[in-house]
């Protein structure tokens, strides 16, 4: 049967996501050394697995309220007041979602509609194109460059803004390029949005992960920007737990509501077991958070040190686990270079295409990994340069 | 505790340039800091963690626990000391609990161990009582688990 016109042109008509494309390559082929994936190689904190399996252990395996639990959206208030100095009412402008995905996408469902134009700073992560597209409105893409420490400008952010524009995407700390924004950097954008009337979608999951000393800062806890912001944050990977599927968003209470009555109608309500399991991570959890951001802090000091020796170019990433290298150098595409250096030498990084057309020239580097992981995949990368090298000058 | 120790610790392999990126210092300075280490005695050497059970002829490990009646002025020392001298030895801990010191012992077989055992400790003066167990198979060795496959779970998803 030919299903074109059985299924909804709004999804056929998006484009698969580039990473998938790159991921299906690499999982045909046997023994690669992965620098790909984008979470975290510990397990679950096991106090946190306990509290999970405890929960099983009593029974407890019913649908929770829609919006969560109440210990746990009050858990989840007190750990943004302690790390982010922001004060949110638990009852009500706080709902629990499956992973922060999740939450993006009923986010921008409940923000933005035909006609309306959402800022989406790219290079970033594949979903929010797509989720704002499904949501009927039209992605406006703004280039976020190296020499700017791919953070987001205010000025990039006023020459899009037209009077269509609804809504700003601040996927900070960044997914692929590991760039924050700070306090500065936020106050001037916080200005053109309170001037422009505009709402934000800040997608802060990765906000626990920050290294040299910098703390994230929150753009809700700007100066009039609670009330335009909705912040998206969630347990994966802060306390390295992607498979129990939890996230959350807080905001002003009637975004919140209109959220919870989507949530409840498209997922009920968010895994029980991770619910217990989160209560647990956020009241016990801190010390961990703080071993694992070491642990990373460490690879990413040795990967980062290591590129740049060898001549890859490497923006010095302040965020999350990833390190995005420059690879013009080689006279390759991205798409090329990971091609290559996946068929010669059995590494796999992201092309940095995948993020966006102006992550054309970079390739994304997960160092979620063992150093001694790590140690490999570097060598194995040098040999691939000299052996680039060598080819050009033959 | 001291990050570059507890990074030599897990691995002694790391080079100095990987320790020095790792940690965000200059290389001659970790190198000085390792030479420290070692010549002070804080770092005592460097070897690999093996898995015995996977290596053909390995031999044999015991757990021996020891009774001793302690020595005025020395208390356990002379005799721990007397104890480590021995090549078969692999530590000696003292504990505190229901026995005074503890013993890895290697041996190529059973009656190795036990004739050690019988000749040497249980004759040796200020031994009150032994208790030998023999380990019957490895899960964890210096921290290092020897049952986790090394396969990486994680799935290639977006």
């Keep these: 049967m ?47 697995r ?42 009500h402008e706080c709902v629990v979602t499956v992973g922060g995905s999740e939450a993006i996408d009923i986010a921008l469902r409940c923000l933005v509609t035909r006609g309306d134009e959402v800022l989406l700073p790219q290079p970033s992560f594949v979903c929010y194109e797509p989720l704002t597209i499904m949501a009927g409105a039209t992605p406006v893409l703004i280039e976020t460059k190296v020499e700017d420490n791919f953070r987001l400008t205010a000025a990039q952010i006023e020459e899009k803004i037209t009077d269509r524009t609804k809504l700003l995407i601040l996927p900070y700390p960044n997914n692929p390029t590991g760039a924050i924004l700070e306090k500065e950097e936020l106050e001037a954008i916080a200005e053109v949005v309170k001037k422009h009337d505009l709402m934000v979608l800040s997608d802060e999951i990765y906000s626990e992960l920050t290294y040299g000393g910098k703390q994230h800062v929150s753009v809700a806890s700007l100066d009039g920007m609670q009330e335009r912001t909705v912040v998206i944050n969630g347990f994966s990977k802060s306390y390295a737990m992607t498979g129990w599927r939890l996230g959350y968003a807080l905001g002003p209470e009637p975004i919140i509501a209109m959220m919870v009555k989507l949530h409840q109608f498209c997922i009920m309500s968010a895994p029980t077991t991770a619910q217990y399991a989160a209560i647990e991570a956020l009241r016990n959890g801190d010390s961990d958070i703080e071993a694992m951001r070491n642990e990373y802090d460490m690879r990413r000091r040795f990967v980062v040190g290591s590129l740049n020796d060898m001549g890859l170019t490497c923006f010095n990433p302040e965020g999350a686990f990833y390190c995005f290298p420059c690879i013009k150098s ?51 990368i040098r040999e691939f340069l000299k052996e680039l090298k060598d080819e050009s000058n033959r | 505790m001291d990050k570059l120790l507890q990074l030599l610790s897990e691995n002694s392999s790391l080079s100095t340039e990987q320790l020095a990126l790792m940690l965000g210092e200059p290389e001659d300075y970790i190198a000085a800091q390792i030479k420290e280490y070692e010549n002070s005695g804080v770092i005592r050497g460097y070897r690999a963690v093996v898995n015995w059970d996977e290596v053909p002829d390995s031999g044999v490990m015991a757990m021996i626990e020891l009774k001793v009646a302690p020595q005025l002025q020395k208390g356990f020392d002379d005799i721990a000391e007397r104890i480590l001298a021995y090549d078969q030895v692999e530590s000696v801990y003292l504990m505190a609990g229901a026995y005074d010191l503890l013993l890895t012992v290697k041996g190529k077989t059973i009656q190795d161990v036990s004739a050690f055992v019988a000749k040497h400790l249980a004759a040796m003066e200020g031994i009150l009582a032994t208790a030998t167990h023999f380990m019957l198979k490895r899960y964890k060795e210096n921290g290092v688990s020897l049952v986790d496959t090394k396969k990486d779970g994680r799935e290639m998803v977006i």
């Design chain 1, 330 to 380: 080689t006279g390759l595409s991205s798409e090329e270079f990971c091609t290559r250096l996946l068929q010669s030498k059995h590494v796999a990084l992201v092309p940095g295409s995948a993020f966006g057309d102006c992550g054309e020239g970079y390739a994304r580097l997960s160092y979620s990994y063992s150093i001694k992981h790590l140690t490999r995949a570097m060598e194995l």
């Design chain 1, 50 to 91: 306990e509290a999970g399996i405890a929960s099983l252990e009593k029974g407890k395996t019913w649908y929770t309220p829609n919006r969560g639990f109440k210990e746990l959206c009050s858990e989840i208030v007190k750990f943004y007041k302690r790390k982010y100095n922001l004060t949110y009412d638990p009852l």
């Design chain 1, 2 to 48: 030919d299903y074109t016109d059985k299924i909804a042109k709004s999804i056929s008509t998006v484009k698969p996501s580039g990473i998938r494309r790159f991921f299906d390559i690499v999982n045909e082929m046997d023994h690669v050394i992965s620098l790909s994936v984008g979470e975290p190689d510990f397990q679950t904190p096991w106090h946190v």
